[in-house]
């Protein structure tokens, strides 16, 4: 944001929608709108070209799919940040965030929903719509985007064993560390995969496919 303006990329088929986005976010004095894209191919060259501080990206569009799109702009700048604002809700939603988008709305929500993701987004954040209609909570997306990143090797060590079904007692004997390094580390692997339990651990570490080789 180098002129203190939040710079949006548009990236949809329809000139009429891009046309409503744009009248849209530039009633805001801070937002404006530095390119439209027609086609996902197109919306990698211009994002390219203009380094927008944020792309609102449609999933359906004319020759390669949004999530592709997302898909080749994170693989030259993994910083990028991208909304996508869709008709489709579900699992489309669930898959485009795991895929790396940051944030997810749904064309039926109102206005004020779009201008207050764009700044949460800026600022930082995820934003998941309520009519997104995902199943998944956000922060088990984001541990299934990055599969087991947020851990530490004694962490995946230690979360392998919890879901062996190893007591605290147990695992603290065959790593030589105290129960309390044992609770200690429990906590934390269960913070940054978002669970409480260690059923729900389980059924995490599974699907990041954290398991045993034998």
Sequence with gaps: MTSGRIRIQLADDHEIV????????????DMQVV???ATGKQACRD??????????LDISLPDISGIEVIRRILQRDSGARILVFS????????????????GYICKRSGAGALISAVRH????GRYLDDNANVRMPLQLIEAVKSPAGPLS??????????????????IGEL???????????????MDKLGVTTIVELSQVAARL?????G
């Design 87 to 102: 008709m489709h809700v579900g699992m489309v939603a669930e898959h485009a965030m795991k895929k790396g988008a940051c």
């Design 35 to 37: 390119a439209e894209s």
């Design 153 to 170: 090797r004694r962490e995946l060590e230690i979360c392998l064993l919890l879901t062996e079904g190893k007591s605290v007692a147990e």
């Design 18 to 29: 891009r046309a409503g986005f744009r009248h849209l976010l530039e009633k805001e004095h």
């Design 47 to 56: 994002y390219e070209r203009c380094q927008p501080d944020i792309l609102i």
């Design 209 to 213: 496919g954290i398991q045993s080789d």
């Design 121 to 124: 987004i800026i600022r930082g």
């Design 175 to 189: 790593l030589h560390v105290s129960v309390k390094t044992v609770y200690t580390h429990r906590q934390h692997i």
